[in-house]
């Protein structure tokens, strides 16, 4: 059978495909130690869960508005206000299964054979993967460690044409940690003026994991693009949720009912018992957030010393998430092999950089969502094997 072109350009997200091999070598026996899966290694909070089961108790076992429960849409709003300081219409609020949801429907609504559609690069591999397949080209927007690996305006702005539909932001960024500067934002912003065919997709589902007194710069406190921006954000990082798979999405009014459709003709609603949990999230205690950042902190300072401790790696210091992304282009190791190897034979699960976009050469991603004890293992398992293993190794 034949299907269609486009899913011979469609690609994938490597790090699930790392995941699955160092489970494997786990089930045969062997001490993996996984600092390649991006996602909290934390329980979600307990009264979360028992208001999922309450929910289910109480009889939420059918569909939903497709748009997501009222309740649910009106807590996201008062929530952005509150963490924000900005308005948010629940109408313009759409609760969605994950999300990696909302990056499929605005890549779909812009997308097209001679389009060009934005990503970071390196960036979250989903947002190429999905550009391509639906045939637009995608323009990379470079992310360097020379900045710390935030966005610097002039290279967005410079690539902006008028075939330019979309451009996607991602701050704090995966798979960097790397926080945008707000000054570069105020002159992106400014510079958009001239370009007011783009629209906007910001990912800021890392936005409450910032450390060293960072405070999160969000797109929706500019007024003057909220007619063009559509703002990804969810539960899966913040609280630990990643398996209950719920996110949100604000989009503007004229692209709301559009991407209702979407959800409509996709998935039809997210669970119900999920949003009832996700509206305990919101509105209940956020001390297991603030004590589980507290921890990744912990963490980060721990990575970025041993990271830099090793003979030829160097690690700039992430601002946000739960990733480091250290420097290995002094061992003589392509990303990749090193990766690899470092998985193969001494039980360290990362992901190499260039699964993240061509900028991710020389560097490997290292996810501290993981107990500081296996950390300080890890780490010095890699220091190890790169003082035994010769450069030509690679």
């Known amino acids: 059978m034949k299907t269609v072109a486009a899913f011979d350009r469609i690609g994938e997200e490597n790090a699930f495909a790392v995941l699955a091999r160092a489970n494997q070598l786990a089930d045969e026996g062997r001490d993996i130690i996984n600092l390649g899966i991006g996602q909290p290694d934390f329980p979600t909070p307990d009264h979360i869960v028992e208001a999922a089961v309450r929910a289910l108790r109480d009889g939420h076992h059918g569909y939903t508005a497709a748009t997501g429960i009222p309740q649910l849409r009106q807590g996201v709003a008062a929530d952005l206000h509150r963490r924000l300081g900005v308005e948010v219409n629940p109408d313009n609020v759409l609760i969605v299964p994950g999300g990696k949801v909302t990056m499929f429907m605005a890549i779909l ?44 305006a002039e290279d967005v702005l410079d690539q902006i044409t008028s075939a330019t539909r979309l451009i996607i932001l991602n701050s704090p960024g995966n798979p960097t940690g790397g926080v945008t500067r707000k000054d570069q934002i ?17 990912d800021e589902i890392y936005g409450q994991m910032l450390f060293d007194g960072l405070q999160h710069a969000s797109l929706l406190n500019y007024p003057q693009i909220r007619n063009r921006l559509i703002l990804l954000d969810g539960w899966s990082k913040t609280y630990a949720m990643t398996g209950w798979r719920l996110g949100y999405s604000v989009w503007p009014d004229d692209l709301y009912d559009k991407a209702r459709k979407l959800a409509v003709n996709s998935y039809s609603c997210v669970n119900a018992p999920a949003q009832w949990a996700a509206l305990a999230a ?18 980060r300072r721990a990575v970025v010393a041993g990271l830099c401790g090793i003979e030829n790696i160097s690690c700039t210091t992430p601002g946000g998430a739960f990733y480091a992304f250290p420097n290995i282009s002094n061992t003589g190791w392509k990303a990749k092999a090193l990766a690899a190897a470092l998985l193969e034979e ?14 991710g050469e020389g560097f490997i991603r290292l996810s501290y969502a993981n107990s500081l004890e296996n950390i300080e293992r890890a780490l010095a398992r890699i220091g190890d094997f790169l003082s035994k293993r010769s450069s030509t190794s690679g």
């Open 109 to 152: 609504m812009f997308g097209e054979v001679g389009g060009q559609i934005m990503y970071p690069d390196p960036g979250f591999p989903i947002y190429k993967s999905m550009i391509e397949f639906t045939g637009a080209s995608p323009v990379p927007i470079p992310i360097r460690e020379a900045n710390e690996f935030g966005v610097a």
């Open 346 to 359: 001494v039980g360290v699960a990362t992901v190499g950089g260039p699964d993240f976009g061509d900028m």
């Open 282 to 299: 919101l509105e209940g205690p956020q001390t297991p957030v603030h004590d589980m950042v507290a921890e990744f902190d912990r963490r």
């Open 186 to 202: 105020d002159q992106l912003v400014d510079g958009l003026e001239a370009f007011p065919h783009v629209a906007i997709l910001s």
